[in-house]
């Protein structure tokens, strides 16, 4: 890393230079980043939107809106107004985990609700709505060996989810 550069340089076999961009207008700072190496995209998760980045341009291919609400789960937003007076906005929940399947085509998520959300990488059609938790999901990993999901939550629960068989129920 550079400060007067405003570079990256990173290395495993090979060195590569990553320079960075001014975004021209102001976003969000993505809350969880993921790598597709199959489609060389960056998956980048920013409150309840997703952006999906060339990995090789840097330009923004496609963008996932509103993919894990489902009417049911909203959450206030700290500095809300409380009950009895005017609430003003709900927010949608913000995405804190992400994780791809073992074929880098479905891509599975989870929110502050407690929502655990299967879609289609290509083209954000939610597939598979899980069982959700009562508080917010705080890890999502998957095992491909397996083909399940393993998400644990400010509950205190870890709960298992069988991504290859899920039926679709969005």
């Not at 550079?2 to 960075?20: K, T, V």
């Not at 291919?61 to 489902?70: E, G």
């Not at 073992?102 to 929110?111: I, Q, S």
């Amino acid at each position: 890393w550079s400060a007067n550069e405003m570079s990256i340089m990173a290395s495993g076999r090979r060195l590569h230079l990553f320079d960075s961009i001014s975004l021209a207008e102001a976003v969000n700072p993505p809350t969880v980043v993921t790598f597709n190496p199959t489609s060389l995209t960056i998956a980048a998760a920013h409150d309840d939107y997703i952006n999906v980045w060339d990995a090789c341009s840097g330009e923004i291919i496609r963008v996932f809106d509103h993919i894990t609400s489902d009417g049911g789960h909203a959450v206030k937003k700290e500095g809300d107004a409380g009950a009895g007076g005017n609430d003003g906005p709900i927010a949608r929940p913000e995405i804190t985990a992400m994780a791809f399947d073992a074929r880098m085509r479905k891509l599975l998520l989870a929110d502050q609700s407690g929502a655990v959300t299967v879609c289609n990488y290509l083209n954000g059609a939610v597939m598979a709505r899980m069982p959700p938790h009562s508080a917010e999901v705080s890890c999502l990993s998957y095992a491909s060996l397996d083909g399940v999901a393993v998400t644990a939550s400010w509950d205190h629960t870890l709960r298992v989810f069988d991504v290859v068989n899920s039926a679709p129920d969005a």
